[in-house]
């Protein structure tokens, strides 16, 4: 792959691994290490046959669709569902996915990402009380149209706001490895994560991965 910069209009979506620092304390970094490096293998596998790019820095993961000439909205279904393809990778390897998608304009190489667009996915990453990936009711005017069925999520300090989540294709892995963190967190971490994950796993059993 080249080291030429490119540039132009983009969906960026960026994940980031829920309770990071934690699995790398508790299974220690070389576990983790590899557990993450055949996740982000096996995510270009599925990226590159669509064009779409993927970088990697720690636990925060960038992939961008860049809007070609032949970008329409069947590239964007596409997209999305490379996303949700995306997720089950990380759970199947007990890592639960947390990200935000953002559009516009980019700059990127093969080791540098900058734009407005970064920004905004990585604060949106940060907003959202839930582990899980959605579209912020403010990108969402780019997005087809079937894609418009939103919902009221909640964010940190006790806020809420509009979205569409972004579901893993196998959303029974989800839900199980919520209830085996939540064993986890309820006896050693804090109590916003297992209010979180509760949070997360009670909304989960409304939510259709079809929408």
Known sequence: MSNQMQKGNAWLVYIDIYGFSALVRSRGAAKIYKDLADCVHEIEKITKKNNFVVQVLSDSIFITCFESEKYDSDTF???????????????????????A?????????????????????????????????????????????????????????????????????????????????????????PFTVATALSQLKSLLKDWSVDE
């Open 77 to 99: 279904s596409t997209y999305f569902q490379c996303i949700r393809e995306a997720q089950d990778i990380l759970i199947d390897k007990d890592f639960i996915p947390r990200g």
């Open 101 to 189: 998608f953002a559009h516009g304009e980019i700059f990127k190489s093969l080791s540098v990402i900058v734009g407005e667009p970064v920004i905004r996915a990585v604060r949106a990453e940060e907003q959202i009380e839930l582990p899980c990936v959605y579209i912020p009711g403010i990108e969402t005017s780019k997005i087809p149209m079937k894609f418009k069925n939103q919902r009221v999520l909640p964010m940190k300090n006790g806020g809420s706001s509009i979205g569409l989540p972004c579901l893993p294709v196998t959303l029974s892995k989800l839900v199980s490895l919520i209830e085996k963190n939540l064993e986890l967190s309820l006896i050693e971490g």
